[in-house]
């Protein structure tokens, strides 16, 4: 039977007390949705800016990689939840700089994105990922 194991950083915005930051069981790795909230305040930053919001959700998405013993290339799916199909271009402009600059295999990971109300007004966008370790 695998272990189910929860990941936790302060490198993301604390969960709030019903979930975890990410979930590790064997070799795969959920990480729960992030949002544009900086870690240290809690607050969620770049109010308006959904490219800058982006970049701080996927931040957020790494360093729960991070904790669990990843890095970006082991991330096998990301889903990211926008709050208007109007800021996909500006989310995928944000997206792909952040994939380029993390990716050093060229294998990207796959990618669904919806459209969704969120649980903060402020927020436009959210991210979540399965990662696969190979240090099971």
């Known amino acids: 039977m695998?272990?189910?194991?929860?990941v936790l950083t302060p490198n993301a915005p604390a969960p709030t007390p019903i979930f975890s930051q990410g979930v590790r069981a064997g070799a795969l790795l959920q990480v729960s949705g992030q949002g544009p909230v900086d870690?240290?305040?809690?607050?969620?930053?770049?109010?308006?800016?959904?490219?800058?919001q982006?970049?701080?959700?996927?931040?957020?998405?790494l360093a729960v990689v991070a904790a669990g013993g990843g890095?970006?290339?082991?991330?096998?799916?990301?889903?990211?939840?926008?709050?208007?199909?109007?800021?996909f271009a500006a989310m995928n402009g944000a997206y792909g700089a952040f994939v380029k600059k993390h990716s050093t295999t060229g294998v990207l990971p796959s990618r669904t994105t919806v459209m969704v109300g969120l649980p903060r007004?402020?927020?436009?966008?959210?991210?979540?990922?399965?990662?696969?370790?190979?240090?099971?």
């Open 54 to 61: 982006t970049t701080r959700a996927l931040q957020n998405v």
């Open 71 to 87: 890095t970006f290339d082991d991330i096998a799916m990301l889903r990211v939840y926008l709050t208007t199909r109007d800021d």
């Open 39 to 52: 870690p240290e305040t809690g607050e969620c930053v770049h109010a308006g800016d959904v490219a800058a």
């Open 2 to 6: 695998t272990a189910i194991a929860a």
């Open 121 to 136: 007004r402020e927020m436009l966008v959210e991210i979540d990922a399965l990662a696969v370790l190979d240090r099971a």
